[in-house]
């Protein structure tokens, strides 16, 4: 990320998945902290994943507070798919909700998934949450996606996992985050 900067290419944020063990370790914010200091990364550039698993962890609320007073992004990774209370989307101070791929997969045939996909969306608009969704594979689910309100996406539609230098290209090429998403 830093040379990429140094490039002068706009990066956009990069998201780490962690661990629900790694969230009830109190020192966790700390090392989050001191390793954005050693590759010198500002902690807007940073996005942390976990599950809802991960927030059944009372211990997680304090670690994940602390996390987001650093200015990282904190987003539930596979959303729907756990079995933890929604309770939870409003004591933890998340900034996004993932919609997960096993939704979004058969959202043009599955009446169930599209009204699950809705639901999820509506909800994350009304807690004010960032909504991204997962595993986008064709034109149609990513118009489907749009029309119920869903303006970030991610999969294979606009790229399959590529190595530093050729995201690189990528983004020379296309451009900064801003112009991926409606």
Not at 41 to 70: D, H, K, M, P, W
Not at 93 to 116: R, W, Y
Not at 154 to 170: D, H, N, R, T
Request: hydrophobic content about 45%.
């Amino acid at each position: 990320m830093k040379d990429w900067g140094a490039r002068g290419l706009t990066v956009p944020r990069i998201s780490v998945n962690v661990s629900a063990y790694q969230l009830t370790d109190p020192a966790f914010p700390r090392t989050v902290l001191e390793l954005l200091g050693a590759h010198g990364l500002a902690a807007e550039y940073l996005g942390l994943e976990f599950t809802e698993s991960a927030l059944v962890q009372e211990r997680t609320l304090q670690t994940l507070i602390a996390i987001a007073q650093l200015g990282v992004e904190l987003a539930v990774d596979d959303f729907g798919t756990g079995y933890s209370s929604l309770s939870y989307l409003k004591r933890f101070p998340l900034t996004t909700l993932k919609i997960d791929q096993s939704f979004v997969h058969d959202l043009e045939t599955d009446p169930s998934d599209a009204a699950l996909v809705r639901a999820i969306i509506a909800m994350a608009r009304s807690l004010r949450l960032r909504v991204i969704a997962e595993g986008v594979e064709s034109g149609a689910q990513r118009t489907l996606l749009s029309r119920y309100g869903c303006r970030e996406f991610q999969g294979y539609l606009f790229s399959p996992p590529v190595a530093a230098e050729k995201f690189a290209a990528f983004l020379t090429h296309h451009g900064t985050q801003r112009q991926w998403v409606e």
